[in-house]
């Protein structure tokens, strides 16, 4: 009677298997932060981002370019470099119950993960293809390139590559090699922004128009095929997950 | 805790656990799916579903089925052939239809003001349902391709015809004749794609009139049924578990 008092104790001073806060507020902050860009854009790329030669397209448009590159470098590295920092030296000798509980918060990064990738490849991507088709180009950095290559895309690389280490560092299922999939589900989407160097030249040098199907394009699509590695991660998961919660129960 | 021991404390919690984990992953899948899906195809047939002055009897018809039975095939090789869940183009085809939905209304119409009839984007939903029927009732990836890529490269122009059918009538307009589509082309100027770049109705086979559609149609289903095969294996393949060692980087 006692022992079971103690557990129920122990049980009541025990964190959630999943924190539902941090996976409601990331997802919020995304949905609120994106909101509140979508709106910059609906009201200074048409008053100030027409003319890259103008004075108010420096102030509204590359200031705020050079402190989103800023912001990114800062938290990618503080991020990353957290991640690693804390990494757990003995991944393998956590108790089952606590492995179940990284496993959660993984997946709270893989959530965010993907919505990101939602508002960067989806939502920010096909909307440069209208602003193409409003305004006629004289810059690399429109008002919608600033938004989507060198906002959006950071974000989700971010995200990704800090949801691989969370995995990495902490989880024993990753500890020992490095996942193939997982790799290719964060490097290839990761590709398309160095990609984005072949488009600007291409652009800049050969083709003025904003045909989306243009071959010059298809290095974008051969690294957005990367997201499907995804269900590498998720089979993997699964897996794991499974062998956690089939073994004997206590 | 010994290691046999599970990490839930009674069958309800591992019932919870699961059914929690069902629907992280089921999120993380669709939206990751979705951005993979929507930035293949906006970049390989875009052009043809961002307007309706492109969507002509010949090229949309081909390209469309084509290019977009990639993702349906890979995702359907992991979820049937691991979790014998036939769903596989269904959620591929909402995805990539809610991502598009989205856009049009809340960037083409919402940032840019291309009224939402002359963006809208290509219907796939018949094809999917199609696709994953098939494969449901036959379990066959073989029967999976040459008949349900058939049907996706057959239905497409039927399942967008409903919607498209009113812009196709011809109207006369400064002493030239052409439909309604084209005439809201000629009126919504697009700086980035001028009318030399627009590609519809091209070469020969407009001289036979009527049968242009379903020649189109079933060279789009020919066509599909290799794509569906190739895309199977991609699917296969990015589904796989395997590790490297960390030297091998």
Known sequence: MAATTESVKADAAEAPLLNQKNLWLGLLLYLVFYSFIRWYEGVYAWSAGLDSFAPEFETYWMNMLYIELVAEVVLASALWGWLWKTRDRKVMSITPREELRRHFHHWVWLCMYGWAIYWGASYFTE?????????????????????????????????????????????????????????????????????????????TFWFMEELFV???????????????????????????????IKKDLA | MSASQSAVRSRAEAVKVSRTFDWMILFTLFFVILGGYHIHYMLTGGDWDFWADWKDRRLWVTVAPIVSITFPAAVQACLWWRYRLPVGA????????????????????????????????????????????ILLLGGSMTLTAVVGGLAWGLVFYPGNWPIIAPLHVPVEYNGMMFTLADLQGYHYVRTGTPEY????????????????????AFFSGFVSIIIYFLWHFFGKWFAKTDFISDEDL
Request: with cysteine; charged share 10%; aromatic share 16%.
């Open chain 2, 197 to 216: 770049i627009r590609m519809v109705e091209k070469g020969t086979l407009r001289t036979f009139g009527k049968d242009v559609a379903p020649v189109s």
């Open chain 1, 127 to 203: 909307q440069d293809g209208t602003w193409h088709q409003t305004i006629v180009r004289d810059t690399d950095f429109t008002p919608s390139h600033i938004i989507e290559f060198y906002l959006s895309y950071p974000i989700y690389i971010i995200t990704g590559v800090s949801s691989f280490l969370y995995a990495k560092t902490r989880l024993p299922t990753y500890s020992e090699g490095l996942h193939l999939m997982y790799l290719v589900s964060v490097i290839g989407p990761f590709m398309i922004l160095p990609n984005v160097g072949l488009n600007e030249w291409g652009h």
């Open chain 2, 90 to 133: 269904t959620i591929c085809v909402l995805g990539l239809l809610l991502g598009e939905w989205i856009n049009r209304y809340m960037n083409f119409w919402g940032w840019t003001y291309f009224p939402v009839n002359f963006c809208f984007p290509s219907n796939l939903m018949p094809g999917a349902i199609l696709l994953d029927t």
């Open chain 1, 214 to 244: 243009a071959p010059l394009h298809y290095g974008f699509v051969f690294f957005g095929w990367a997201a499907l590695a995804v269900m590498g991660v998720v089979n993997t998961e699964v897996m794991s997950i499974a062998k956690l």
